[in-house]
Nanobody, 122 residues
Framework: QVQLVESGGGSVQAGGSLRLSCAVT???????WGWFRQAPGKEREGVAV???????VYAESVEGRFTISKDNAKNTLDMQLNSLKPEDTAKYYC?????????????????WGQGTQVNVSS
């Protein structure tokens, strides 16, 4: 049973940076590892995913600003958020699954963390 616990959210001004981390336990197979977000009144959306072969995919809205990485020694899934914009304000979730149903950025994963809030002010 995969367990995920996020940390690192907070409040920053536009243009600032944050680093999110997700502590991972309980997995024994290759997984898709991803970060998703959900803003109030909106559907959850994919932000960045590490594919089974280690390649990464990003939502167009964050390409070039966010970087996802996995530290296998520390068992964490991290994401560096740079050049933040007010529209990045959302609750961010890490997620994992052995399969990516309907594509890696589609939020149909089996394992989810509880989320961490990111607020970006203008």
């Amino acid at each position: 049973q995969v367990q995920l616990v996020e940390s690192g959210g907070g409040s920053v001004q536009a243009g600032g940076s944050l680093r999110l981390s997700c502590a991972v336990t309980g997995y024994a197979y290759s997984y898709y590892w991803g970060w998703f977000r959900q803003a109030p009144g909106k559907e959850r959306e994919g932000v960045a995913v590490i594919l089974l072969d280690g390649r990464t995919v990003y939502a167009e809205s964050v390409e070039g600003r966010f970087t996802i990485s996995k530290d296998n020694a520390k068992n964490t899934l991290d994401m560096q958020l740079n050049s933040l914009k007010p529209e990045d304000t959302a609750k961010y979730y890490c997620a994992a699954d052995r399969w990516a149903v309907n594509g890696p950025l589609t939020p149909r994963y089996n394992y989810w963390g509880q989320g961490t809030q990111v607020n970006v002010s203008s």
